[in-house]
């Protein structure tokens, strides 16, 4: 794949729309009885210059196919069967075409943002793989994706159910993030890792906006790209979209020009699409693309990149910590939350997570204790357990791609975790330790890292994502160890060209202020090549000692994050100093020197409403407690007034200019839930009756079965006081309008995903407004515009669920 270009086909459900497809009809059940159709569909792409066609088996997932008579095993063996003849059809014509199995997302949140179970998801997408090896498939392509973890699922099922290449590929917003917050190189270090075959961007962009997010990916992997974009941009008075077939080959060019080797068209392009993109790209070679530069390991939505100081964060291991170790046993996640949330506040960059306590299930609880982590912050993790099932269970489900921790010098350790490593794809940490121990001096401990390193390289993991730990020992027992330790990483670090980590707190245990012998030797550590620190980054002269370490190594360009962080603290140093001596010189008069500076005032001002934080962070048990506590202080509906709905807003505000993303969004929604719950619980006993901020109808209208953007919007409606009553997905006009009669509703939220489907929203508002209801409607959805919205006859035009909370406090307070 890397030398020769491969065409793609265009938007199987263009062509659908114009063979009869009805709108909200699923294609792949469309396919089942008209096969002849879809055949002829693919032939006529074949001969325009496709060389992989996909299957028309997009939305062939159980979940999907509810209702349709059909199984999912029948479904896929129908569709990619009919592939397959038009394959062999066109053979017989001369011309050689691959079958690429499509397969979309299952149009559900997977847990802990949604319901769905990872392994349940997991499951779908293996019987759906299986059924289309079986059926004569050649590759298997997961299209159209914004949820990491969701790919992560297909794509082991995939590994794990079929021989075939896997090909991914998902969907960005122009700000270079997916729905759901995945970065373009978080998406590509974590499916390099995991091995698929090519990966690249499909859907939701023409091909000038996708080209950036593009450039970005392919610092990050040397994987064969793949370029799928939409027909620009969709026009929703009329379904078309707004480049012409030649101009769409044309904004294809500079991906050509870079080394791309796959490439189609999705929503709005067609054979004339593809023609003209075949007749473009017939003098381009895929074999000179640019190596990548870039590499790192990363949760969903950042990246701990190479060569530059990444702070681990040493806190959720419970060697030493009984409240942690009692809070593993209880399953206290909101316990081990907050510890993340605090060092992801304090400036780790990655987490490291330990489940080991006595008394505890490891295997099923760490992938619990993942969930939670990654529920709450959004940095790499270190998964850290000497059992490799352990491993095994947190690989399965962590988001991102992390560091193993957990092999040293000892043969039966490096065959059972390195496998692991390998077939995940991760980083890993290795002790420099073995079967006799910790050697005594820098030699042996870099004889150790070169036999890990040997191995390391004999499982095919690269030398860059190996990280060597050189061991910290108690400098109050071996003082000599200190100089050992720094040697070695120094040696290791220069002539071996490895990472290196340390856990630095061992160096002052047993010692009085150990922060000054801890921070001393993590200086040291940093100077001779320490990269990967672990650490307690709450502490503030660690945090400071980092702070200074980049500015002198050149990593904080022009000292900006640390004018940044320490401006402010700066400020008041100085304030404080003008204050003492104000009042010094005030002695025996009315003081007003202190209180004149304004320095206690705006520190008490600046303090952060518990509640409010609790709910930003969300951190669910926190704000239950905080809730509890404040009820026996003041009523009930101040608390929600001035606590929650505050809280609420500022976590809006941070989702609207970029700082949050989706997952954020929800989890301090559901933070918030668990303080509302109780303080409803609170009026019921009181006898009071509870007051409703309004009634608000959500549907997705008529043809459509897209329902994610609307479920959020409910979730964070109810959050703030309205009572939703959601209609589903693909309502008809006259449901709506009798629910909003009946029910005296005056907001209703009306929500298409697809062209083809915003005419039965224009039908929607025309029946309300015949019916002589006096409601307002608000409309939202990826094709919709406030332009289009107006003209429609809609209220208003809602973008996300922030901006439905905006028009439902204009309507109804």
């Known amino acids: 794949m890397k030398e020769q270009l491969i065409i793609l086909d265009g938007g199987m459900g263009t062509d659908l729309q114009h063979s009869g497809l009805k709108p909200g009809e699923n294609p792949a059940v469309y396919g089942m009885t008209h096969a002849?159709?879809?055949?002829?569909?693919?032939?006529?792409?074949?001969?325009?210059?496709?060389?992989?066609?996909?299957?028309?088996?997009?939305?062939?997932?159980?979940?999907?196919?509810?209702?349709?008579?059909?199984?999912?095993?029948?479904?896929?063996?129908?569709?990619?069967?009919?592939?397959?003849?038009?394959?062999?059809?066109?053979?017989?014509?001369?011309?050689?075409?691959?079958?690429?199995?499509?397969?979309?997302?299952?149009?559900?949140?997977?847990?802990?943002?949604?319901?769905?179970?990872?392994?349940?998801?997991?499951?779908?997408?293996?019987?759906?793989?299986?059924?289309?090896?079986?059926?004569?498939?050649?590759?298997?392509?997961?299209?159209?994706?914004?949820?990491?973890?969701?790919?992560?699922?297909?794509?082991?099922?995939?590994?794990?159910?079929s021989n075939l290449p896997i090909w991914s590929t998902m969907s960005f917003e122009a700000n270079g993030r997916t729905f759901l917050g995945t970065s373009a190189a978080a998406m590509a270090l974590t499916l390099e890792g995991l091995g698929v075959a090519a990966l690249g961007i499909n859907c939701s962009l023409g091909p000038k906006e996708i080209l950036p997010i593009a450039e970005s990916m392919m610092e990050w992997t040397n994987l064969p790209m793949i370029i799928k974009p939409n027909a620009g941009l969709p026009d929703p008075r009329t379904g078309k979209y707004d480049i012409t077939a030649v101009e769409f080959a044309e904004e294809m060019v500079p991906f050509l020009e870079k080394g791309v080797g796959i490439v189609g068209g999705c929503c709005g392009t067609n054979t004339d699409f593809i023609r003209a993109?075949?007749?473009?790209?017939?003098?381009?070679?895929?074999?000179?693309?640019?190596?990548?530069?870039?590499?790192?390991?990363?949760?969903?939505?950042?990246?701990a990149e190479y060569g530059k100081l990444n702070i681990i964060g040493e806190r959720i291991n419970p060697t030493g910590k009984k409240k942690l170790q009692q809070a593993l046993r209880d399953g206290d996640m909101d316990y081990i939350k907050k510890l993340a949330v605090e060092q992801y506040e304090s400036g780790a960059q990655i987490l490291d997570v330990n489940v080991g306590a006595p008394g505890v299930d490891e295997v099923a609880l760490m992938p619990k204790v993942i969930q939670a982590v990654q529920s709450v912050t959004d940095i790499p993790l270190q998964l850290d357990s000497v059992d490799p099932e352990v491993l095994r269970a947190g690989l399965r489900v962590v988001n991102g791609r992390p560091i193993v921790n957990s092999v040293n010098g000892e043969r039966e350790r490096l065959d059972s975790v390195l496998p692991l490593v390998a077939d995940y794809g991760t980083a890993v940490l290795g002790?420099?330790?073995?079967?006799?121990?910790?050697?005594?001096?820098?030699?042996?401990?870099?004889?150790?890292?070169?036999?890990?390193?040997?191995?390391?390289?004999?499982?095919?993991?690269?030398?860059?994502?190996?990280?060597?730990?050189?061991?910290?020992?108690?400098?109050?027992?071996q003082q000599e160890q200190a100089r050992e330790t720094l040697r070695a990483v120094?040696?290791?670090h220069d002539e071996f060209g490895l990472h290196c980590a340390l856990g630095v707190s061992n160096i002052s245990f047993g010692l009085p202020m150990r922060r000054y012998i801890t921070t001393s030797f993590l200086t040291q550590a940093m100077g001779a090549g320490l990269d990967f620190p672990i650490v307690?980054?709450?502490?503030?002269?660690?945090?400071?000692?980092?702070?200074?370490?980049?500015?002198?190594?050149?990593?904080?360009?022009?000292?900006?994050?640390?004018?940044?962080?320490?401006?402010?603290?700066?400020?008041?140093?100085?304030?404080?100093?003008?204050?003492?001596?104000?009042?010094?010189?005030?002695?025996?008069?009315?003081?007003?020197?202190?209180?004149?500076?304004?320095?206690?005032?705006?520190?008490?001002?600046?303090?952060?409403d518990p509640l409010q934080a609790a709910v930003i962070k969300g951190l669910e048990q926190e704000t239950r407690e905080i809730t509890k506590k404040l009820l026996l202080q003041e009523e009930a509906m101040s608390i929600i007034s001035e606590r929650i709905i505050p809280a609420l807003d500022k976590v809006g505000a941070l989702y609207e200019s970029g700082e949050f993303f989706l997952p954020q969004l929800l989890n301090a929604a559901t933070a918030a839930c668990a303080g509302l719950d109780l303080i409803k619980k609170e009026i019921a006993a009181s006898g009071t009756r509870q007051v409703s901020k309004g009634r608000i109808i959500l549907a997705t209208v008529e043809g459509d079965i897209h329902d994610i953007g609307k479920n959020i919007v409910k979730v964070v409606l109810e959050n703030?006081?309205?009572?939703?009553?959601?209609?589903?997905?693909?309502?008809?006009?006259?449901?709506?309008?009798d629910a909003a009669v009946e029910n005296d509703v005056y907001l209703i939220g009306l929500s298409a995903l697809m062209t083809t489907t915003v005419?039965?929203?224009?039908?929607?508002?025309?029946?309300?407004?015949?019916?002589?209801?006096?409601?307002?409607?608000?409309?939202?959805?990826?094709?919709?515009?406030?332009?289009?919205?107006?003209?429609?006859?809609?209220?208003?035009?809602?973008?996300?669920?922030?901006?439905?909370?905006?028009?439902?406090?204009?309507?109804?307070?």
């Open 36 to 161: 002849a159709e879809i055949r002829d569909i693919h032939m006529k792409y074949i001969k325009k210059g496709t060389n992989c066609i996909y299957t028309n088996t997009f939305g062939a997932s159980g979940n999907k196919l509810k209702g349709s008579g059909y199984s999912v095993d029948e479904v896929v063996q129908r569709n990619v069967e009919t592939a397959v003849e038009a394959v062999r059809l066109m053979r017989e014509q001369g011309r050689e075409c691959m079958v690429a199995l499509d397969v979309g997302p299952l149009g559900e949140l997977l847990e802990p943002l949604g319901t769905l179970p990872f392994e349940e998801a997991y499951r779908a997408y293996a019987e759906i793989v299986e059924a289309g090896e079986k059926a004569g498939a050649d590759l298997v392509v997961f299209e159209t994706f914004t949820d990491l973890y969701e790919m992560k699922a297909a794509v082991l099922a995939a590994k794990e159910h």
């Open 277 to 303: 993109l075949s007749h473009k790209s017939s003098h381009y070679n895929p074999a000179g693309r640019i190596p990548k530069s870039r590499n790192g390991v990363c949760s969903a939505g950042s990246v």
């Open 431 to 477: 002790l420099a330790m073995d079967e006799d121990g910790i050697p005594e001096d820098a030699e042996g401990r870099i004889q150790v890292a070169e036999r890990i390193l040997r191995e390391a390289d004999r499982y095919g993991i690269p030398r860059e994502d190996v990280i060597v730990d050189c061991l910290t020992l108690t400098v109050s027992a």
């Open 490 to 492: 120094r040696r290791i």
């Open 536 to 608: 307690n980054i709450n502490e503030k002269a660690i945090r400071d000692a980092v702070a200074a370490f980049r500015v002198l190594s050149g990593e904080d360009a022009d000292s900006g994050n640390y004018i940044r962080d320490y401006a402010a603290e700066e400020a008041e140093r100085k304030a404080k100093l003008k204050a003492a001596k104000e009042n010094k010189s005030d002695a025996g008069g009315t003081g007003k020197g202190v209180t004149g500076s304004g320095v206690s005032g705006a520190k008490s001002d600046s303090k952060e």
């Open 720 to 737: 703030y006081g309205y009572d939703v009553l959601d209609l589903g997905r693909d309502v008809p006009v006259q449901t709506v309008v």
């Open 759 to 813: 005419p039965a929203m224009k039908a929607t508002i025309d029946a309300l407004r015949e019916a002589g209801h006096p409601c307002k409607i608000m409309v939202g959805g990826a094709v919709m515009t406030p332009e289009y919205a107006e003209e429609i006859g809609a209220d208003y035009y809602s973008k996300d669920a922030q901006g439905a909370v905006a028009i439902a406090k204009e309507v109804l307070g």
